[in-house]
């Protein structure tokens, strides 16, 4: 069975908080988990770190809209040190980046979904998101997959993914549908799948609880244990591939965003050793890809 390993890597737009509105946070913070109390980074340098140890490759989905705020070079140093550290980059978006601070400039938000946009503009994201990618030094052959922020593509963007030369799309959570998720399977589907020719859906893994509802492997989401009893049931099922959801942020908590001040999330951060050891014990079954390989195979 395939194990994909997948990291939504994104800055967050303004928040409103009962203290007021909280500026949008960019990459020293979201991805890269960095605090004047701590040593060492808690987002990316932590995951990456704890991945060399097992010598797993992950498929980080790298916003890419946020440049436009934020700048070209700091997401430019993130995508430099993923290909470095040899890991997959690929694209994610948050249309909402167009606006990151709507409120406290008194405009309207924008739809956060990519699905919400017609056929021509979520092409237009998308187009849009594939050179900003370009201009942090990604070569354009190398980005063939797709993830959707909330989970919120439709059936359009298959066809969107299309026009591009996007390959994979990894947006199907069924834990979001009828909720972000605006995508509309034919079935509830785990596995990988084709739907509409030449382009592949690859869902978020999930499980279903007594009573129907269904919950998606996160860090944040679920015990070690469950996520690990999990595979275990989908390898004996003889689905093909399970795809783990995680970001940077499950892994540390803001304390004071202006100093800035945080610390470790050591729950998430133990369960996400123990799946990697895990998976290091049962290589035998599990073996860990990363979506931009899947996507030329």
Known sequence: MQI???????CTEERLTPWGIRPPLGYDIMMWGRFANQRDGLGLDFITQELGRFGFPATFFVEALCAEHFGVSGLTAVCDTLRRRHHDVQLHLHPNFRRPEWRASGAVPLPDNIGEYGLDEQVGLLADGLQLLERCGMKRDAI??????????????????KAVGLWVDSSLNLCYL?????????????????????????????????????RHLEITAVSSLEMTYTLDQMERAGIACG??????????TIDNHEVPRGHPNVINARRFSRLLEFLDRERHRFQVATVGDLAVA
């Open 4 to 10: 994909y390993i997948t990291v939504d890597t994104e």
């Open 144 to 161: 063939t997959s797709y993830r959707a922020g909330n989970y919120g593509a439709s059936n359009l963007t298959w066809s969107a993914m």
């Open 178 to 214: 009828n909720q972000d998720c605006l995508i509309r399977p034919d079935v509830p589907r785990i596995d990988i799948y084709e739907p509409i020719p030449g382009v592949f859906e690859l869902p978020i893994s999930c499980f279903t609880e007594p009573g129907g509802a269904y």
């Open 243 to 252: 795809t783990i959801v995680l970001h940077p942020a499950e892994f540390f």
